[in-house]
């Protein structure tokens, strides 16, 4: 705990980063500075870390504010990235963005996981890719109310994901050794069917449902006294 600055604990590194996104953003927001000019000020810092060569995680911060910061002025208007123009030309630069870095890297995850120089903009024009691509969703469709009905509980399925699919894959790997793209279907189907599971005990079982929201149910024990 006393190293989480320098390096937070395992896949919890999205919390953190998170924790000092709101904080950042949050200062620059109190002092007036407009989004556009944020964004700016989270690039240079992004490649002054970058260049520097910077390891403390805590840096890490302006890899991925910037992408916080394009969400915000893409919420102040969709329209700008819902057009079919923008779907279409972002599927197709991000295909060729990263067939580009595959071909010029490899397939090493240190390229692909965290932010950096090498795959900075194809991970922009995915991201529009991504955002261009839920707005087109028909807001009636199955699909987009099945997902729906589950985005209250998006911190369990990241909490519980991560050490699932650990435990699932290296249980697998034991045994056998499947084709990488079956191993990633399996992977996917087991994920989601053990965050249902872990969702619906956590409805269920007020000791899970202590543990996941344990502010909300310190409050309300608070509340009642």
């Known amino acids: 705990m006393l190293k989480i600055w320098y390096h937070p604990i395992s896949y919890l590194w999205f919390l953190y980063i998170l924790f000092f996104i709101f ?3 949050g200062a620059f927001s109190l002092l007036k500075v407009s ?17 520097l060569k ?9 890899g991925w504010v910037v992408f916080f910061c394009l969400g915000l002025l893409f919420k102040k208007d969709l329209n700008c990235i819902k057009s079919k123009g923008i779907l ?45 691509f839920f707005l087109n969703i028909d807001e009636e469709s ?8 589950y985005g209250k509980y998006s911190l ?11 435990a699932i894959r290296a249980i697998i790997l034991k045994f056998t050794m499947p084709n990488v ?24 079982f007020r000791l899970i449902n202590f543990i996941f929201n344990a502010y909300a149910n310190v409050k309300k024990i608070k509340n009642k006294r």
């Open 35 to 51: 989004l556009r000019l944020q964004l700016l000020i989270y690039f240079i810092g992004f490649i002054l870390v970058q260049v």
């Open 181 to 204: 793209f079956v191993l990633m279907v399996v992977l996917l189907i087991i994920g989601w069917v053990s965050c249902l599971v872990v969702i619906w005990m956590n409805n269920r």
């Open 142 to 149: 199955k699909l987009f109310k099945y997902f729906k009905q």
């Open 88 to 132: 279409s030309a972002s599927l197709v630069l991000s295909i060729l963005g990263y067939l580009l870095m595959i071909k010029f890297v490899g397939l090493s995850h240190a390229y692909y996981n965290d932010v950096s120089l090498v795959n900075f903009i194809p991970k922009v024009i995915f991201d529009i890719l991504l955002f261009s």
């Open 23 to 25: 904080i950042l953003v």
């Open 54 to 62: 910077i390891n403390f995680y805590i840096f890490n911060v302006f």
């Open 156 to 166: 369990i399925i990241y909490m519980v994901h991560a050490p699932v699919l650990s």
